[in-house]
């Protein structure tokens, strides 16, 4: 047998521990499965990792995780730290973008699959969702998130803040290719967003997206400004494939398009760079009016774990049972709170990462 796998778990604040910890058991019976041999080692991140250590990423938690194959990460943040930090370290979100940088995990890859058996629970009317089965891309450690200078600072008139917005070639350029790659991989259609009748960066961007796309011949490119896309996100959903933005229209857009999957808290992602590295999250956050109670639907968590089986270790069966075995539960009407409909008896965080476990066999 090869080498164990070394996973590292971020369960962090909040829902987080209850959704990992969903997402390492099927994780755990899908190695099983597939002979795989996981080694799991857990740390501390965001608001927990405040309490105890005195700061929400600690220098040996990255580097813990630049030995690691890959991260499993819950979610950071809550009331209880948010508003009171005064400095950027003291913030649970800065662990994320701490990791993020710090592991040069540069693409954001969030896919949007409405599963048959949720169509009737998304936002928008069935026959808008049905077949949607699309890839936001995002850039992740460029940016408004990242670029200098970023800060706030007095005046004579009161206070004034400055965040910047800088994209540099080979910033654009090694995401558009990722995006391309995935594109290759799928449909063969890419849309890219920007915002080039305003913004230079976007005018960059477009710039070089262009330049990449006339290496995949093959692959249909378009490009839509960020506000027309948001509109026909929801107007024909079923048009796109592949989606490439940079951070914080990815953000914002992956929100939006969590609705046409049914909730928040359907939908994984998976972080990047140039190796197999990745850190796995649900892109919903910790949730902290629900936390401790059992009831956070483990999906987005559970679906993250798929892809850290197919992206970080290579297994494509594995991750594609896991994927399987969710549309299964979904489709025996097992349902959490957040989206089961009027009639329907939710169950608990547990007992559908039991269904999972159940249903892989
Ligand atoms: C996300 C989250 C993060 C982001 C926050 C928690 C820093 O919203 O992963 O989408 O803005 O990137
Ligand atoms: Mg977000």
Known sequence: MTAAARIVVLPGDGIGPEVTDAARRVLDAAAVRAGLKLDY?????????????????????????????????????????????????????????????????????????????????????????????????????????????????????????VDTMRYSTPEIERVAVRAFELARQRRRRLCSVDKANILETSRLWRIVVTAVAERYPDVATSHMLVDAFAMELLRRPQAFDVVLTENLFGDILTDEASMLAGALGMLPSASLGGGTLGLYEPIHGSAPDIAGKGIANPIGAILSAALLLRWSLNAETAAAAVEHAVSFVLASGLRTADIARDGEAPVGTAAIAEAVVSALG
Not at 58 to 86: E, H, M, N, S, Y
Not at 126 to 148: A, I, M, Q
Request: hydrophobic share 40%; with cysteine.
């Open 41 to 161: 080692v857990v740390d501390l991140v965001g608001g927990a990792s405040v309490d105890a250590h005195g700061v929400a990423l600690r220098p040996q938690t990255l580097r813990l995780c630049k030995t690691a194959d890959a991260i499993l990460f819950g979610a950071v943040g809550g009331p209880k730290w948010d508003d009171a930090a005064p400095q950027s370290n003291l913030r649970p979100g800065s662990a994320l973008l701490g990791l993020r940088k710090g592991l040069g995990l540069f693409a954001n890859l969030r896919p949007v699959r409405v599963d048959p058996a949720m169509v009737a629970t998304s936002a928008l009317r069935p026959e808008r969702v049905r077949d949607v089965d699309l890839l936001v891309v995002r850039e992740l450690t460029g940016g408004l998130y990242f670029s200098k200078p970023k800060r706030r600072y007095e005046t004579p008139r009161g206070q004034a803040a």
